[in-house]
């Protein structure tokens, strides 16, 4: 008989239906909004014809406001320091548990309960921002940064990323965890970090 023994997700809810919810397999974000993104960016050159140089400045402009918005939401929303019993619960259903399971495989990407509802809101707040059609090659960049931070958040703390870079941003993210120390809050990049002056010391 084998000595290894299945690994045990925290229990977040009594409830099976709302506890399923809580868990993804790493490979549905990919399959939930690759082809959301695809079809946007297909309008935007079949249907609006948008041009190429614009597009470039949008893709750009996508993918930085992800790493801002990856920035902000974990910065502020998932460590922050609620006060009441319920407020401290709803810091760790969203992103306490990580911290103290940071290896479950189940819980290193954002299920689809709570990423729905989050670009949902986020769509209509760029839109008041970005103009139309703009708006959809916009959001499909953006999805896109959500989708390499998803995966590289994953491989940090599943691949031995031996790559310079990634090797750096591996390093950089499981300093957050395991430092002891505030800050390290980007985990696709540490640019807002440096921005902001919560890089934490040492690299």
Known sequence: MSSKTEHQSIRLFENKFLESLTHVHPLIPLLLWAPIASYLLWRSVAV??????GLLLTAVAGILVWTLTEYVLHRFAFHFPAKS????WLVFLFHGNHHDDPKDKT????PPSGSIPIMIALYFLFSLFVPAPWIEPFCAFFMIGYLIYDYIHYATHHFPMK????KYIKHYHLKHH???EKGRYGVSSPLWDKVFGSAGSGN
């Open 178 to 180: 395991f430092s002891g």
């Open 163 to 166: 790559n310079p870079v990634a």
């Open 85 to 88: 019993k319920f407020g401290k």
């Open 107 to 110: 819980r290193l990407v954002m």
């Open 48 to 53: 609006h014809e948008l041009p190429a140089a």
